[in-house]
T-cell receptor, first 114, second 112 residues
Framework: AQTVTQSQPEMSVQEAETVTLSCTYD???????LFWYKQPPSRQMILVIR??????QNATENRFSVNFQKAAKSFSLKISDSQLGDAAMYFC???????????FGPGTRLSVLP | NAGVTQTPKFQVLKTGQSMTLQCAQD?????MSWYRQDPGMGLRLIHY???????DQGEVPNGYNVSRSTTEDFPLRLLSAAPSQTSVYFC???????????FGSGTRLTVV
């Protein structure tokens, strides 16, 4: 079974600085999809970024980018120019190519300091 | 466009009571799922559906039932509530296997 690990329960970053959240996963599949979700205090789950495993190019969405290392099974999220509104729980998730289940990591709580 | 709508947002039950959490989506998505979120454990899959009339169990199905009579609706039934079912419940939908989920706003359930 696939597993997703987020080794940083909590992180903090100064406003306008850059922070990287770590995620590793375990799978025997070659085709799969990886996601980062943001959960602010409102509880709403918001898709931040998505990466297809067959694409070598790292996905980017505005201030959010990933470092996808397929051989190392690593999928870190970099947030540049951090803003107060980035404070939230961040979940890394895995989805294989045929199943419809997401496997979520335990989450990293990010605080942004003014 | 409402997306995924969950009701109620909050609920308190007594042990042994039953109830149904409602979930509806208006995006014509094939895939729908129910997750529960517990501190330190991320989200865990309870039940899922790949289309009307088709449901299957996820990682933690015990104590829950689902049905999918229409594409739009995917209710989750708690048969006999237990304190261990105290959690935040999320319904989610997706148009296909490889796309991200759209989540509802969640239901905070407390069983006393």
């Amino acid at each position: 079974a696939q597993t997703v690990t987020q080794s940083q329960p909590e992180m903090s970053v100064q406003e306008a600085e850059t922070v990287t959240l770590s995620c590793t996963y375990d799978t025997s599949e070659s085709d799969y999809y990886l996601f980062w979700y943001k959960q602010p205090p409102s509880r709403q789950m918001i898709l931040v970024i998505r990466q297809e495993a067959y694409k070598q190019q790292n996905a980017t969405e505005n201030r959010f980018s990933v470092n996808f290392q397929k051989a190392a099974k690593s999928f870190s999220l970099k947030i540049s120019d951090s803003q107060l509104g980035d404070a939230a729980m961040y979940f890394c998730a895995y989805r294989n190519n045929y199943g419809q289940n997401f496997v979520f990591g335990p989450g990293t709580r990010l605080s942004v300091l003014p | 466009n409402a997306g995924v709508t969950q009701t109620p947002k909050f609920q308190v039950l007594k042990t042994g009571q039953s109830m149904t959490l409602q979930c509806a989506q208006d995006m014509n998505h094939e895939y729908m799922s129910w997750y529960r979120q517990d501190p330190g454990m991320g989200l865990r899959l309870i039940h899922y559906s790949v289309g009307a009339g088709i449901t299957d169990q996820g990682e933690v199905p015990n104590g829950y039932n689902v049905s999918r009579s229409t594409t739009e609706d995917f209710p989750l039934r708690l048969l006999s509530a237990a304190p261990s079912q105290t959690s935040v419940y999320f319904c989610a939908s997706s148009p296909g296997q490889v796309l991200g989920y759209t989540f509802g706003s969640g239901t905070r359930l407390t069983v006393v």
